[in-house]
């Protein structure tokens, strides 16, 4: 059974940092590519980063270029997402996706404000 749980989220005032993380099972973690996507209230779920499975290959969205790195444990078979300089923008849940096995995360809250 496959299984993504988020982690990490919380409150934090704006220039803050979090680390979200992402534990996965019922696959073989490492051959795959994984995504972070967002969601903020009222709007589409958007596309964060993506991470490919073997060369660790790495993409951002242009907004969070520069303040957000996704990297990848494969032997502890988890995802991360480092999120630095947080804006008020960047409030929103947060998913981890295995795009390749359809699968999704249940999402985490990162609330940045004042």
């Known amino acids: 059974q496959v299984q993504l749980v988020e982690s990490g989220g919380g409150l934090v005032q704006p220039g803050g940092s979090l680390r979200l993380s992402c534990a996965a099972s019922?696959?073989?973690?490492?051959?795959?590519?994984m995504m972070w996507h967002r969601q903020a209230p009222g709007n589409e779920r958007e596309w964060v980063a993506t991470?490919?499975?073997?060369?660790?290959?790495?993409t951002y969205a242009d907004s969070m270029k520069g303040r957000f790195t996704i990297s990848r444990d494969n032997v502890q078979n988890t995802l991360y997402l480092q999120m630095n300089n947080l804006k008020p923008e960047d409030t929103a849940v947060y998913y981890c996706?295995?795009?390749?096995?359809?699968?999704w995360g249940q999402g985490t809250q990162v609330t940045v404000s004042s």
């Open positions: 996706n295995a795009p390749e096995i359809h699968s």
């Open positions: 019922g696959f073989t973690f490492r051959h795959h590519t």
């Open positions: 991470i490919t499975g073997p060369s660790g290959g790495r």
